[in-house]
């Protein structure tokens, strides 16, 4: 059975039982006050990060220099979880404070020299992956950016674009516009035929699909808490272990150095995926982060993604049964945790929905977003409102 074959015959949809989801739910003082269907954009933070932030301030008002050894082990600590989650082994995930910093330092790696000089892409990532790239055509970096123009990946002419010039393939696990996945366990295929690197942003998935980096042999994926990780501010960056060896970032700092804690200037690289770190860490965000993914991984990501499946499975059968046209994908193994709604005037009607406490998104479709911590009974006082909207808001 592939990869694939085994995500398909996960995507079961679930609810998690009442009792232990309104335990959880109790645990997100923001779901008190909305209907949060927004977790795509930003994932609700559980109350105990409170404690955490107490912490850090009494940290800081008693503040000792020896404070850095509990952060760092705190740091630590984070990177393994997201490691664990996905199925990676400690030491091979470090954390900085966004996607864009760690992909910079990735591409950084790497000479562009002919023939052997493509960077494979999508028509349907986060802005962010496109400007990085075309920031180093400097260094001589070529882009191939694949496209239909439409909601969904077209993999056969990405399968088509990966050949002998192609050294790296850079795509997203599931697109931020449209929610629709794509199918890794192909493209790892095809780019390790022909000797290409797949570097994957999983900002979308992770959290709410089940990623399993080991079983997919995919090189590099990257990451972020403040969506689906119910975490704030901090990314993640994974690298294959038996890859890291091979690569040296060029955009840097010393605490990616072998002797880095001696302050004494560094002739190698620190141990696994410490050799992608930067600067001075930014410990507060991992700390606070670490609430949400403990949350996360007591749950489970097959009852996760059941959940998920169940939720984004109500949006599409009330929209269709509403007459609107659902964008993301419907079948289960093609969608991420968000469904996309072509609404005319969608970003008007986000307004209107938000003034009655309903939280959703809009970029170009709107966007609703349901998380584990999400009712079904949500979703439809969620979709009965967007229908009233849709006819003028007649129950206003
Ligand atoms: C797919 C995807 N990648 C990346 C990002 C963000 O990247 P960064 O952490 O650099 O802001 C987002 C959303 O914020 C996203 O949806």
Redesign the pocket.
């Known amino acids: 059975m592939s990869t694939s074959d085994l995500e398909s015959a996960a995507d079961v949809a679930r609810p998690l039982d009442a009792g232990p989801h309104a335990a959880l739910r109790a645990k997100f003082p923001l779901l008190e006050s909305c209907v949060y269907l927004n977790s ?2 930003t994932g609700a933070v559980p109350r105990d990060v409170e404690h955490v932030l107490a912490r850090y301030w009494e940290t800081l008002r008693t503040w000792r220099d020896d404070v850095w050894q509990g952060w760092l082990e705190g740091l630590g600590r984070y990177a393994d979880s997201v490691a664990t989650l996905i199925g990676a082994p400690p030491g091979s995930v470090v954390t900085d ?7 910079a330092r990735v591409a950084s790696c790497f000479d562009y020299r002919p023939p052997r000089d493509r960077v494979v892409t999508t028509d349907l ?2 802005p ?2 496109p400007f990085v790239w075309n920031a180093f055509r400097r260094y001589g970096a070529r882009l191939d950016v694949v496209g239909t123009g439409g909601p969904r990946f077209d993999e056969d002419a990405l399968e088509r674009h990966i050949d002998e010039r192609t050294l790296l393939v850079c795509v ?1 696990h ?3 516009s449209s929610g629709a996945t794509l199918d890794l366990a192909r493209l790892v295929r095809r780019a390790h035929d022909v000797g290409a690197l797949v570097v994957v ?4 998935t992770v959290g709410v699909v089940p990623l399993d980096v080991a079983a997919l042999g995919v090189d590099v994926v ?3 808490s ?2 689906w990780l119910c975490g704030v501010g901090t ?1 993640f960056l994974y690298v294959r272990p038996d890859l890291v060896g091979d690569l040296e970032p060029a955009a840097t700092g010393w605490q990616a150095g072998d002797r880095a804690m001696t302050f004494q200037p560094s002739t190698g690289w620190a141990a696994g995926a410490q050799r992608f770190a930067g600067g001075t860490p930014y410990p507060l965000t991992s700390l606070a982060s670490q609430v949400g993914l403990d949350l996360l991984a007591g749950v489970g990501m097959p009852a996760i993604r059941a959940h998920s499946l169940a939720c984004t499975q109500r949006i599409i059968d009330r929209a269709e049964a509403a007459g609107i046209p659902v964008v993301s994908p419907t079948e289960p193994h093609r969608r991420g945790g968000v469904v996309c709604l072509d609404v005319p005037d969608g970003e008007a009607v986000k307004r209107r929905l938000a003034e009655r406490n309903l939280v959703c998104s809009w970029r170009g479709y709107l966007r609703v977003g349901p998380h584990v911590y999400n009712t079904l009974e949500e979703i439809d006082e969620f979709m009965d409102a967007l229908e009233s909207e849709r006819r003028g808001g007649d129950d206003r």
Do not use: C, I
């Open positions: 795509n954009s404070a966004n996607l864009s910093t760690l992909l990532e986060f962010t992956v997203p599931a697109s931020f942003d999983a900002f979308q990257l990451g972020g403040h969506k990314a």
